[in-house]
């Protein structure tokens, strides 16, 4: 058997070698190393797959956020209401611009921001929503972008674990997640569902006024070279990294099927176990399990976690400690915030190997051993 990793990028490396060797040959071959014809071959193709009318290669996902928030004009105080239960990138660069944080709860079922949280967290400052589709399960887009529209809101979908994920409405429509909000934000980071072999990220939107303010800021105020109009920055996703990103992506919708098939057999294996709650799929969209995330309910779960080590299954806590309890945010008045489904899950879930690569051999063996941890242990 393959050892077991949470991410076997080799193995899927391997499948795609030619293809991915050859892109990367013919951008050295053309020193097209920056902004190459590779990056815009990118842009276009990722917006098609998305259905996206403007997509902005960026250098990763936390600048993707950071963009999307710099071109909302912003000011500093004005208040953006954001998930503590996520990637730390997600309120770091609400921070960083100087606006207020306001965290709240999220669902217990499928981790994301609760929209009643939101409702009740709103003031007369408050500017925009930022949404996590957390592990590849997307937030309730339809009762977030109701609230958006009647209290005038902006809304930016960090989309970094969920990219590919199909959400439809209750009209029967279907959008892409990252692409319902104003802006949307993602990350190629090597692990993500989309990842490249080093940094990357996008950001999406339909607004053309904002996809041109978009792009100037990601590339420091300017549209025409050396005339700077605004505060910007410096945020590139490199021509090597697009070329690899342009094969991965036409595997993107296997790789999907792959992870839903992995999750499908832990999910049977653990059907009927008191001890553990496997991930809910919420009916308005399709999960794209960048995690495979448990909760465990009277486990030890340092134990559980020891005792895969032992048998060389790695499992991870996603995240063990939520943003508003960081010390980062206790001079922001992070202590103040009382969220008990982000505490109670920061203690509960465990996520087990989720990646493309899975064979049915390892999957059984992962499943048996949380088995007999969890029955064989009082
Ligand atoms: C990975 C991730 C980011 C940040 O992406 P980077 O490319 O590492 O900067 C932001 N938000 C979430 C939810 C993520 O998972």
Redesign the pocket.
Known sequence: MHSIQMVDLKRQYTRIKAEVDAGIREVIDNTAFINGKAVTDFAGNLSKYLGSKYVIPCA????A?QIAMMSLNFQPGDEIIAPSF??I??TEVIALLRLKTVFVDVDAQTFCIDPQAIEKAITPKTKAIVP?H?YGQAANMEAIMDIARRHNLYVIE?N??AIGSDYTFSNGTVKKTGTIGTIGAT???PS?NLGCYG???AIFTDDETLASRLKMIANHGQSTRYYHDMVGCNSRLDSIQAAVLNVKLKHLDAYIAARISAAEVYDSAFANQSKIKTPYRAPYSNHVFHQYTLILEGVDRDGLNKFLAEKNIPSMIYYPVPAHRQKMFKSLGGNEYKLEVTDWLTTRVISLPMHTELTTEQLTYITDNVLEYINETP
């Open positions: 990763n996902g936390t600048d956020l996520t990637y990138a997600t996590v957390l960090d970094a674990q990350s190629f980071f993500k940094d990357g990220g």
